[in-house]
């Protein structure tokens, strides 16, 4: 069965920095993507990056954490990160972590082409 167990949202102020995990389990492949998106309230659900499992190297959907976030794993382990630097008050929202097994479609990052999904984080920016 797999699983997405996400962990590390949180409240910070503007400027401030949060760091998300997300360990996938139950898959038979490491051909994979593990995607992030957000959802501010009252919008739509968006890509911001994925880490390429099989060939280990992220990508940035969303040009305005370009620069402020970054997608890692460590080497021998699961766990992809998503590490939020210089926070602001946009960047609240709800964050899931998400796989999509064809690594064709995950640069699109849309929504409905990521098949497991975890449960969601919440990350507030405010003063």
């Known amino acids: 069965q797999v699983q997405l167990v996400e962990s590390g949202g949180g409240t910070v102020q503007p400027g401030g920095s949060l760091r998300l995990s997300c360990t996938p389990s139950?898959?038979?492949?490491?051909?994979?993507?593990i995607g992030w998106f957000r959802q501010a309230p009252g919008k739509e659900r968006e890509g911001v990056g994925y880490w390429n499992m099989g060939y280990g190297f992220p990508y940035y959907k969303d040009s305005s954490v370009k620069g402020r976030f970054t997608i890692s794993k460590d080497i021998g382990e699961k766990t992809v990160y998503l590490q939020m630097n210089s926070l602001k008050p946009e960047d609240t929202g709800v964050y899931y972590c998400?796989?999509?097994?064809?690594?064709?479609?995950?640069?699109?990052?849309?929504?409905?082409?990521?098949?497991?999904w975890g449960r969601g984080t919440q990350v507030t920016v405010s003063s």
């Open positions: 998400a796989t999509d097994i064809d690594l064709t479609t995950a640069p699109a990052m849309t929504p409905r082409s990521y098949d497991y």
């Open positions: 139950g898959f038979t492949s490491d051909y994979y993507a």
